[in-house]
């Protein structure tokens, strides 16, 4: 038990988002949150505060939902809240109708490849990923990112 509550993540958390990231991150948090019916995002919420947080995009690959941008708070690790919000948003994706589930996770992260290995995903091939980032000064660069995609089907 997680004692996390589930609810869609809005515009007025970011504020208290600073824990899971760069300003350039929550910037793009901002804006993917503004792509309406199209992805919903998640907030992990224990104590009444926003502990976790991912989405699900419901349109970029037909049939699947993209599960993306997952992140929990360094304190609230290893307690099964990363286990409850892919189990949320798979919810979220069978609801509107998704037959599977689809996510990419850098090559370099085996916690995070371990976890979904273990919540039934399986590896479907490799892709390269590349998103804005921050260094330490603030400037930004674009990041490049050999990821293995994993896949799982949720009928
Ligand atoms: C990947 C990430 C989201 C996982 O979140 P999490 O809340 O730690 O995930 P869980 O607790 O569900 O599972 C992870 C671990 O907890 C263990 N665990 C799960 N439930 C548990 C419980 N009730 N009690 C103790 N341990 C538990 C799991 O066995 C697993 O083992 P590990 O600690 O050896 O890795 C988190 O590490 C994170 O935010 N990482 C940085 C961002 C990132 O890499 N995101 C993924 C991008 S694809």
Known sequence: M??????????GDLPGLRWAGSPTLLRA????????????HLAAVVDGAVRGF??????VQPG????FGLVV??????????????????????????RGAVLEVEVDNPR?????????YRRAG???????AER??????????RCRVLRRPLL
């Open 136 to 145: 330490p000064d603030g400037t930004t660069y674009e990041h490049r990112a």
């Open 29 to 40: 948090l901002r804006a993917d949150l503004g792509r309406g019916a199209d992805v919903e």
């Open 64 to 67: 699947r939902g993209a599960l």
């Open 54 to 59: 991912g989405a699900v995009d419901l349109v």
């Open 112 to 120: 995070a490849l371990a976890l979904y290995e273990r919540l039934g």
């Open 2 to 11: 997680t004692g996390a509550r589930f609810r869609p993540l809005t515009a």
């Open 73 to 98: 708070h360094p304190a609230h690790r290893s307690r099964g809240l990363g286990t409850a919000l892919v189990r949320a948003l798979e919810e979220r994706a069978r609801a509107r109708g998704a």
């Open 126 to 132: 490799t892709t390269v990923a590349s998103w804005t």
